[in-house]
């Protein structure tokens, strides 16, 4: 027995114990008894956001138990019970582009650069609807948004300029300089654009050619916004997504949880730095983002 111990580098006490009660009968899988209580909550928040992964579900899922005045638990708890019962989303297996990206799209605080861009909705019937949006770099609110089954004119950029103007400060100009981040398309480096951004009180900015990380903020909400909700959704034709869109970027501002924000929404995170007092509208220097 002491040979045996040493080359198993274990104590003696401990192999004889083991001979005289035999291995251990453990359950196969782990589990508390609450799951049971969180797994239908669990596949009420997956049967309606499909395209979530167990982090968003967990962010959901606490919301619901704080309404239900219980604890809260963690992402890894979800993912556990997720993974149990064929819940999880497979595995992504795309490649990422080599080029490295540096810079910064995100700021520190609101209302210092905003980020437009514009794509495009396939429809069942073949048409096409062609959306152009804004969304803050600090809080991601889609701040306005205009879509058409044309193109994308300059003058619609300049009413969705004006629009994020009015719905950010209340007043026709910004009082304080913000950028507007946007790629090389010629809706938005038009020279009329750039100089009405420049009367509102915006500084018109611009990705490097055959750079999206550049606007990477923008690109990514593109990308969330069709995984989430125009895929999962009914697009017979334009009229019936055009009148769906209002909708989608509601819900995206007031429940879509955010890494970034701390599994919070756009519109829960503005809430909570409202209460926290943090310096939402103060002037910041940006930081680089070429």
Request: aromatic residues 8%; positive net charge; charged residues 25%.
């Amino acid at each position: 027995m002491k040979r045996v111990a040493e080359a198993f580098d274990v104590a003696r006490s401990q192999l004889s114990e083991r001979l005289v009660t035999g291995p251990r009968n453990r359950s196969p899988r782990y589990s508390k008894a609450q799951d049971e209580v969180l797994l239908p909550l669990i596949r009420e928040i997956v049967d309606g956001r499909l395209t979530y992964g167990y982090r968003r579900v967990c962010a959901l899922l606490n919301r619901r138990l704080v309404e239900l005045r219980q604890a809260r638990v963690n992402h890894k708890r979800v993912y556990r019970i997720m993974r149990l019962h064929g819940l999880l989303l497979a595995r992504h297996t795309g490649n990422r582009p080599e080029r490295s990206h540096e810079g910064k799209v995100i700021t520190l605080r609101r209302n210092l650069r905003w980020s437009a861009d514009a794509f495009e909705v396939g429809c069942w019937n073949g048409e096409k609807v062609r959306v152009v949006f804004a969304l803050d770099c600090c809080d991601r609110e889609v701040m306005g948004f205009t879509a058409s089954t044309c193109g994308i004119s300059g003058s619609m950029v300049r009413d969705l300029m004006l629009e994020c103007v009015e719905k950010r400060f209340g007043t026709s100009r910004a009082p304080h300089r913000v950028e507007w981040l946007t790629d090389n398309g010629s809706c938005f480096a038009a020279k009329e654009t750039v100089e009405f951004a420049s009367w509102l009180g915006l500084v018109s900015r611009f990705t490097p050619v055959r750079s999206p990380e550049s606007n990477g903020m923008a690109e990514a909400f593109v990308k969330t916004f069709k995984r989430d909700y125009v895929y999962v959704h009914d697009r017979p034709d334009a009229q019936t997504v055009l009148s769906q869109l209002a909708a989608w970027f509601e819900d995206y501002n007031e429940v879509h949880p955010h890494k970034g924000l701390r599994m919070l929404s756009p519109r829960e995170f503005i809430r909570l730095s409202a209460t926290a007092g943090c310096p939402v509208s103060s002037v910041a220097p940006c930081q680089p983002w070429l």
